[in-house]
């Protein structure tokens, strides 16, 4: 009924050439070079004028970054931007420093001459370090209450200033990698309207294997407004219950003198502030780091830790406590690299992405972890960091019974945590949820059903518990389900009107495919009582939680049970949450994966978590056992229905025996190839089924990490795909009418005027521009259908209109509705619901004259004056299948072959880990007037045929050339409505 798989073959290979492939090597810091590094030119000179200042001792911080007396601005004039090499002379030595932005634009432990509007002046600086301790500028004395002094090098010097002088050495010559490194950011909360206020306070759980649940937090400063973000971490810390805090960036003193903080959540907290350097090899940070971590040890609860950013410093601190609890350098990266998410917009797929992880966090642990000559050799994901975390600790001063209690800290767990998570939407307004997560299943985001159907304005449900303990829902309109806790089961006397707006429906979207105002649903009329419908969770090993007279459930599920048939979904991607249709743009669909932490998981083959494994299987049978379609076309169609998905995959013997073992594999190669098997042979229906986001993963990773066998067994199973082999029939199909006919999608021939309709794939997006007045009628299939009317409308000659839909496999059932009625007046659609076993029609208007408004005008905007034809052929799937049924149920002729099935509306179903795909839908099956199945294919008033030729080599070439004999077709079509006196009478 909707989007069909098309070009099946092409997509996968456009998948293998475009999508890139992310694995260990990513990680490796020599898997990244620049341009700047190889080609870069120590004699660049260019006019920038040499600079003279002063450093000043009162303008060297408490980090050891140097101000020079040099502005931002008279620095810029002079000639110098970011990205430039300079040469600095001080106290007589020479440095060559980069121009950049923020001090992680260079890599951990190199020095920068920082330009930013932060400050007036430029300052020297290095990333995690001391400027002026490490280039002997000056040395820094601490007394006892921690104030410092400073006191340069120079033993001649017995000023407050040394002079600097500043020169270009290499224009441009780091530009490549500053625009490696570098991202914009902002203070302002409304720059940021995808994130929740949570994010946009760089506050999040740490989530990492070993890491207890609910437990350890971090996040800029709660206190400190220098960044406008501290009233957001400091209620995100509220929210997450934080008892303990580490401050890495200020003393008691200085943390209790920031504005408003007796007024503060963070000051009921017991909390400790350490003003550790920001250089995290001096021995300050060190012996500062192991008080805080003692004192985290002495005082067990949730913990929060923060610098000002919650970068730099807070992000070595948190890497080295995930390192010491189990986790891999990919979820160090992946947790790291969020901040950089959240500040700057950078994603796992954006070119920077890798280069900051080497340079920083990754450099930072080598640094810091000193490995020995043989892990050195050894690929940094094959090192055991927790070792080394361990060592660094003991290093410090922490002794052995001191971290194993830091571990136990850790280790712990709280029942729950809730979060506020943004919802994000192609069009229109960012809103927010409320997600749960328990500690048995950390990876599970779980959500109230009433919250769920209301964020995706489906309906509202008021709810309250009966005498039995039930939990009873009520829709506005008096429709009720019933939860029975105990049981775990859902129960509903009539489902089809229960989570669906109820006629008059006119904003309804149930059964309709497009937000945009083409079509409407006026009607949907249902025949017969309905059949009681049982969900029953329990028996699927599926949790529910009964909260507040309302059942939470796992997101993924709430999306199979409750949300449309095939337009939306809603999307957990391990950070924030995407409303996803169908027809989704392909820039939004890739702002989804790009930002997704759980996207990328898959994209690395580390083992899947327990609870992921679980709820994925059990999920992905629940939702074929209750919603899979059975059109009666896939191999294991019937089994599926007599016995359910697991043990008719059981009863397959050894295939199905590894198939079901696959999708339990903790190894995402495993998982992937036996869900690819499952859908690409078992579940196959010619194309309403099929793995979506599996296919990009599995192009993108596993295959190219089969064995030669396993791939020639992979590629056999592609030939005998059916979708695959329709799509060759489909390629001789258009090849024969381009050779023929050419490739207008409209010409004439005599009385008879041709409209080429290869889909019914809507431009969403340009229609909603066209509907708000910020554009012309968008060009896709509709308007070249309204567009070829219109011009055999403007010649008298036209009486015979022929819609070529010789190669037409599908797409949007609202286009669909919309033609017909243009055409014939036929605004409905019949289907058979299957859960309710009821049939129903759903009754639509149209815009026909796209005038923004449904009225009587429409009608006036009909072509029901022509004679119309369709050329059909077995290529016709889904609406390709369906749309020749009811142009022939309208008076049409159909010339050619019968269609090739496709009766099902899709489903779109999501799983535990957020990758989608597809299924032919229980709840939707295009039926004809009579109440048959369109599954067998429309037959044909009048036969054509194609021939199959069997060439010298073997191969088979397939000629279609008697579908696009114009003169004969034309004069078919003539004979035919001059019997059946034209198409008026005979609708």
Known sequence: MKKTLTRFLAVMLLVMLAFPRVDASAFNENAIKTKAQTEAKDESQTDAKYIKGKIYLKNIDKYGNVFLSISKDDFLNAGYYYGDIVKIKILGKKYRVPVVS?????????????????????????????FATSY????????????????FNDENNKKNSV???????????????????????????ADYPDLTDAEFANFRQVTTTGMGFGI??????????VFNRNTYADKAMKDAGVTVVLNLNDSEKTAKAFEGFADTYYSTTNFIAINTDIDINSDDFKQKLADGLRFMIDNPGVYAIHCTEGQIRTGFVVALLECLMGAGLDEVIIDYMT???NYYGITSLDNRYYPIARGNILSTLKKAFTFTKKDKKKSILEIDLASYAQKYLKKIGLTDDEIKQLKKNLSKNVDYVDREVSVIREYGATTTINLRFYSDQPNIPYIGIKEFLDEMNLISLKSKKDKSGNIVYTNPYGVKAVFDPKAGTLTCDDWAHFHYKAAPIEEATAYKDLSCGLVRISEINFEGKSKKVTFDFKKYGLNTYEINDDIYMSLSLANNVFAELSTRALIWNGNVTYIIDYFSSEEFLAAYKNSSPMMRQQYLERSRPRDLINETFNELCFSIDYFYGHPGVAELDEEISEKGLEQALLDLGSEGQAIVKGLKSSIISEFSSAFMKLFMKYLDDKGHTYPKDMIELYYSYVFSNLSFQEQIEFNYMLENYHALGLEMLGTAITETRSQIWGDENYFEYGNTAVIRLMDFMPDVEGWKDYYEGE??????????????????????????IIFDTSYNCGGSSDLCAFITYITTGRD???????????Y???????????DGVYDEKDKEARYDQFNYAVLTSNQGFSCGNYFPFAMQESGAVLIGESTGGGSCSIQYSVMPDFMIFVMSSYQSQLMTIDKESVESGCKPDISLTHETIENEDGSIKYDYSEYFDIENICKLINEWFAEHQGMQEAA
């Not at 409905?828 to 009821?838: E, G, H």
């Open 102 to 130: 923020n001090f992680t634009d260079v890599d951990a432990g190199k020095p920068a001459l920082l330009v930013t509007d932060k400050y007036p002046n430029i300052m020297l600086a290095v990333n995690t370090g001391d």
């Open 136 to 151: 002997g500028i000056a040395t820094k004395e601490v007394s006892e209450d921690g104030t410092y002094t400073w006191n």
């Open 339 to 341: 901040s950089y998410t």
């Open 828 to 838: 409905f659609i019949c289907m058979y619901d299957r859960i309710n076993d009821q």
């Open 163 to 189: 002079k600097v002088s500043l020169w270009m050495k290499v224009q441009g010559g780091y530009l490549d990698q500053y625009l490696a490194h570098s991202g914009v950011t902002s203070n302002e909360r």
């Open 775 to 800: 554009s012309d009628i968008p060009e896709d299939s509709l308007s070249i259908v309204i567009n070829g009317l219109k011009k055999a409308s403007e010649n008298p000659k036209i009486e015979n």
């Open 840 to 850: 129903f029609t759903c009754v639509y208007e149209v815009d026909a004259n796209l």
């Open 216 to 225: 350890l937090y971090r996040s800029s400063s709660p206190i400190d407004p």
